[in-house]
């Protein structure tokens, strides 16, 4: 084996989570990177004699394994990690201060970034005991993870990525919700959005390594966003949202990241006014339309991209619950590609029924009412009105939902439509020996019978309970007794199937104690 073989081999660093279509080898791609970043400088250093160098870190490199076994043995308990966040910081330390006298000699700090990348490495199992994450924010720990973000090496930067997605797992969080907001609260007050979509700025997703450093920033983001919604319009303010919208577009294959860039963005957009508005006048709505476009004559090649096309469309239909983005929908020309794509039978008609729901509802919605009716909408909605496509039922889409969405539709434009546009909708009734009205009324006695069946069932329900309530005042008992025992029931249920079923069975049963 020769020198450059050997700088290359780096030990087992344990598993890491992986994207679902890595190869799980046991063995972290993101070290073996790190080696072969600094033998290529170290190659490139023609000013010095590198040979002690090699010699050290060739040394430290077949160590590594026995190290690593030694550290196994080890507990893990407070007085360990805060060992470990100490030596992280050391070595933090040391490598940025060789690299401000060495910039131009690689070889200098090359053993440094090596250990660097090793105990961040070690500190995934950190993430285990999420009790412990106030160590990382009393030991300045978090702050020194931030810097790394924009160091100069971007596979130590993606490292630090590594290990922030490990800790703010969600379920990793939940554990421990006083160590989550400690973690989260340290992370926000030192912009760690803002740094990692700095990062994400740099990174280029040809290289596999780096793709999945993108990957995991995403996955960052959707953690803490779900532990804490509030966030949403900070995030997207610093520079998330312009980041999403230049990726969703961007001219390259569609991959795993396009697919979450798509999700990360329903997510800002719900239920937050801040993050749409934002959205609109960063164009995002002609960014939108310009992607859905494309399914205008082609069905999604595969479920993935199907997945992508819907979380589009739901971020679309969340903006336009803004007034102010109805405008911009009318002026991109939204009305004529959601008509186009009900005419057009393809997968995306759903999604485009949908879209028109939200921006022709209220009365922010009229303009966009007489501009359908303008170009010849009316053609297009009224036979989906009369019958539900087959297609339609093939995709999925229930009967009631589609005539959900096809009567809001109508009754928007009933609502909006003055002057002539009015009259033509109202023509359209008298068609056919008036089989719209017939229909109409089909509709609305199908949807009656249903309200009424669904009032007999809450009767039936209160007249049993009554009647429970009843025969305990007879006989002089309580409904707290009852429910006393229902959860000492619930807690003492076995998990002879799974533990899984154990959980949902003592959901259930604690539901129907809230209603009793």
């Known amino acids: 084996m020769d020198v450059g073989e050997l700088l290359n081999y780096q030990p087992d660093r344990g598993a890491k989570r992986l994207r679902d279509d890595d190869d799980d080898d046991g063995v972290d791609p993101r070290s073996k990177k790190v080696g072969r970043d600094l033998a290529r400088r170290l190659e490139r250093d023609d000013g010095e004699d590198p040979s002690g160098d090699r010699k050290r870190i060739l040394e430290k490199l077949m160590d590594d394994d026995e190290d690593a076994d030694d550290q196994e043995g080890e507990p893990v308990d407070e007085s360990s990690v805060k060992k470990m966040i100490l030596t992280f910081e050391k070595r933090s330390y040391k490598n940025q201060e060789l690299r401000i006298k060495f910039p131009d000699t690689p070889g200098r700090f090359m053993e440094t970034e090596l250990d660097l990348n090793d105990i961040i490495q070690e500190m995934h199992v950190i993430a285990t005991m999420p009790d412990l994450y106030h160590l990382l924010v009393e030991l300045n720990a978090v702050h020194s993870l931030l810097g790394l973000l924009s160091h100069e090496n971007t596979d130590i930067a993606i490292a630090v990525v590594d290990l922030l997605q490990e800790l703010t797992d969600i379920d990793t969080l939940q554990e421990s919700e006083e160590g989550a907001e400690v973690l989260i609260d340290s992370l926000l007050e030192g912009q760690v959005v803002a740094l990692l979509v700095q990062n994400m700025e740099r990174l280029d997703e040809q290289v596999k390594e780096e793709a999945d450093g993108v990957y995991n920033t995403l996955a960052i983001i959707e953690n803490m966003a779900e532990f804490r919604p509030g966030l949403c319009t900070e995030a997207a303010q610093q520079g998330l949202m312009q980041w999403l919208l230049k990726r969703i577009k961007a001219k390259i294959p569609f991959d795993a990241n396009k697919l979450y860039c798509s999700e990360i963005l329903a997510i800002l957009l719900q239920n937050n006014d801040s993050t749409r508005e934002l959205l609109g006048e960063l164009d995002g709505i002609d960014v939108l339309l310009q992607q859905l476009s494309v399914f205008k004559r082609h069905n999604p090649a595969t479920a993935e991209e199907q997945e992508m096309m819907e979380n589009l469309f739901d971020a679309l239909c969340s903006c336009l619950m803004l007034a102010a983005n109805r405008d911009r929908f009318l002026r991109g020309e939204g009305l004529q590609l959601m008509n186009l794509m009900l005419r057009e039978k393809k997968m995306s008609r759903t999604s485009a029924l949908k879209v028109l729901d939200h921006g022709m509802i209220g009365p922010e919605g009229s303009d966009d009412c007489h501009k359908f009716v303008d170009i010849l909408g009316l053609r297009t909605i009224f036979p989906l009105f009369m019958k539900t496509p087959k297609k339609m039922r093939k995709a999925g889409t229930v009967d009631k939902e589609h005539e959900e969405h096809v009567c809001s539709i109508i009754a928007s434009c009933l609502r909006n439509l003055k002057a002539q546009q009015r009259t033509r909708l109202l023509s359209k009734f008298t068609e056919n020996d008036c089989e719209k009205v017939d229909r109409l009324m089909e509709l609305h006695f199908k949807y009656l019978e ?61 539901d129907l104690l809230e209603n009793f």
Do not use: P, T, W
């Open 450 to 510: 249903a309200v009424q069946l669904a009032d007999k069932r809450i009767e039936g329900e209160k007249h049993l309970q009554q009647r429970v309530h009843q025969i305990l005042n007879l006989r002089g008992g309580s409904v707290k007794v009852v429910r006393h025992i229902m959860r000492e029931y619930a807690e003492n249920i076995g998990d002879g199937k799974s533990e899984e079923f154990k959980e949902s069975e003592q959901k259930r049963i604690m």
